[in-house]
């Protein structure tokens, strides 16, 4: 029962790289999502996808990109990292029919140095 | 905007008691409330889901409710266990927003033996 995925648990980078956070689910969702959990701010969304093939952005989405890559995988790229996106992120999915509960993965712990 | 509100941030109880905890949000026109549990260094887990149309939602010892009105949210836990320790959070859906969640701050529960 895998879930949602995510790659990797942790990085460490220095400001000005790049990298890119992978997500995948198992369970057939048409729906996922990216947020970032920041101490005293909750969590909040940068970009979800609604369906296969589209993305809008959230509510923090300066600074990163996405891609659906297919059904099951949702990445988040970094460009060019910066002290301020050092944070927890989480990828969830839903299946956008009826009661749309999220499932969240296990999250990235990310430090930019 | 929607905002959400968790109150307390922080609670601790002796294990058995019985304890409600607080969730308000500003924006009434919600779609559904979802109650998330979150273990340190963990993803969240989905508890309850309450469509904007129902009043309440049950599961085991866990009982939430909805009051649009008031724009509030309680989660009613029973019979507190050491193993509910943990990070409770709400979050909310706007009509119209495609599963779009406004998360609180929560609330760190601590059940003492």
């Known amino acids: 029962n895998a879930g949602v995925t995510q790659t990797p648990k942790f990085q460490v980078l220095k400001t000005g790289q790049s990298m890119t956070l992978q997500c995948a689910q198992d369970?057939?969702?048409?729906?996922m999502y990216w947020y970032r959990q920041d101490p005293g701010m909750g969590l909040r969304l940068i970009y979800y996808?609604?369906?296969?093939?589209?993305?809008d952005k959230g509510e923090v989405p300066n600074g990163y990109n996405v891609s659906r890559l297919n059904k099951r995988e949702f990445s988040l790229r970094l460009e060019s990292a910066a002290p301020s996106q050092t944070s927890v992120y989480f990828c969830a999915s839903s299946a956008y029919r009826g009661p749309d509960i999220q499932y969240f993965g296990a999250g990235t712990r990310l430090s930019v140095l | 905007k929607q905002e959400v509100t968790q109150i307390p941030a922080a609670l601790s109880v002796p294990e058995g008691e019985n304890l409600v905890l607080n969730c308000s949000f500003t924006d009434s026109a919600i779609y559904n409330l979802q109650w998330f549990r979150q273990d340190p260094g963990k993803g969240l887990t989905s508890l309850l889901l309450?469509?904007?149309?129902?009043r309440e939602q049950t599961s085991g010892r866990l009982n939430a409710s909805l009051d649009k009105s008031s724009g509030r949210s309680t989660l009613y836990i029973a019979a507190s266990q050491p193993g509910d320790s943990a990070t409770y959070l709400c979050a909310a859906t706007r009509t119209g927003t495609a599963s779009k969640l406004t998360f609180g701050t929560g609330t760190r529960l601590q059940v003492t033996l």
């Open positions: 309450i469509q904007s149309s129902q």
């Open positions: 369970m057939n969702h048409n729906s």
């Open positions: 996808s609604a369906s296969e093939g589209t993305t």
